[in-house]
């Protein structure tokens, strides 16, 4: 069975960093597209950063510069490094695999002073 296990929420200031990391429990990990989407209440679910198993990656506009999405196949773990954060991307975060087959549980990022 599939698993993600999403980490490395938390609170943060404004103009603070965070990593968050997914790993998942698949085999055959380095063959699957991944993703990092969040939600705010009330919104859907907005894609934020993209990688393909080959490793090219594409961002939502609103994090262009500041967000970078990476992968580890050997660890088969996805990473979200989010920098100059801001009041707005405050959301709880979600990985997928393979064009959302699978999603994690979720985990919470607050930037707040």
């Known amino acids: 069975q599939v698993q993600l296990v999403e980490s490395g929420g938390g609170l943060v200031q404004p103009g603070g960093s965070l990593r968050l990391s997914c790993a998942a429990s698949?085999?055959?990990?380095?063959?699957?597209?991944m993703a990092w989407y969040r939600q705010t209440p009330g919104k859907s679910r907005a894609l934020v950063a993209g990688i393909t198993s080959r490793g090219s990656t594409n961002y939502a506009d609103s994090v262009k510069g500041r967000f970078t999405i990476s992968r580890d196949n050997a660890k088969s773990t996805i990473y979200l490094q989010m920098n100059s954060l801001k009041t707005e991307d405050t959301a709880v975060y979600y990985c997928?695999?393979?064009?959302?087959?699978?999603w994690g549980q979720g985990t919470q990022v607050t930037v707040s002073s």
């Open positions: 997928s695999l393979g064009n959302n087959a699978y």
């Open positions: 698949v085999s055959a990990f380095r063959f699957y597209s």
